[in-house]
């Protein structure tokens, strides 16, 4: 069965052998079909501040539908590889990082496991998931809050920067 999946993909720092951040997280992307996660539609990029605010360097994230076949602690053992293989280190909660792939949403459904909640526990509340997400799906209702993305778009607090790259 093919699930829908929306991811989301960001970095603050360059990966080792890249030259940009977003060639880091283009090289991810590409990555993907290796574990046959099919992309099917990304947002722009956007520059971003860091949520909390701190003094980190700015983010490059975006948003992507994909579908794979995967369920998802797969999936996410999956993203944990390509974080590792682009060079992923984790130490601190919130840290700068060379990449960071998030399982936003999976078939719109509500799951907990261990180590893993979908919808993304924090994604309605950062504007650097629900802008590039509205980009490429106008019509998604959050699967646990129920409500449309414009609503919670307008709920973001005023002090996280967003910018089209």
């Known amino acids: 069965m093919l699930n829908k999946i929306l991811i989301g993909i960001g970095a603050n720092l360059?990966?080792?052998?890249?030259?940009?951040?977003?060639?880091?997280?283009?090289?991810?992307?590409?990555?993907?079909?290796?574990?046959?996660?099919?992309?099917?539609?990304?947002?722009?990029?956007?520059?971003?501040?860091?949520?909390?605010?701190?003094?980190?360097?700015?983010?490059?994230?975006?948003?992507?539908?994909?579908t794979c076949d995967a369920e998802p602690r797969q999936l996410l053992s999956y993203l944990n590889e390509i974080e590792a293989r682009i060079g992923r280190v984790r130490t601190e909660k919130n840290e700068a990082r060379v990449i960071d792939l998030d399982i936003l949403d999976f078939n719109s459904m509500n799951i907990e496991l261990e180590n893993l909640i979908i919808p993304h526990p924090r994604m309605h509340q950062r504007a650097f998931v629900l802008v590039p997400l509205h980009e490429i799906r106008k019509d998604y209702i959050h699967p646990s809050t129920k409500e449309p993305i414009l609503s919670l778009i307008k709920k973001l607090p005023v002090d996280q920067d967003i910018s089209r790259i």
């Open 14 to 66: 360059i990966p080792k052998g890249f030259s940009t951040i977003q060639d880091g997280l283009l090289a991810a992307m590409n990555m993907l079909y290796e574990y046959e996660i099919e992309n099917v539609q990304c947002s722009s990029w956007y520059k971003t501040t860091p949520v909390p605010r701190s003094s980190q360097p700015l983010f490059i994230n975006a948003v992507f539908s994909a």
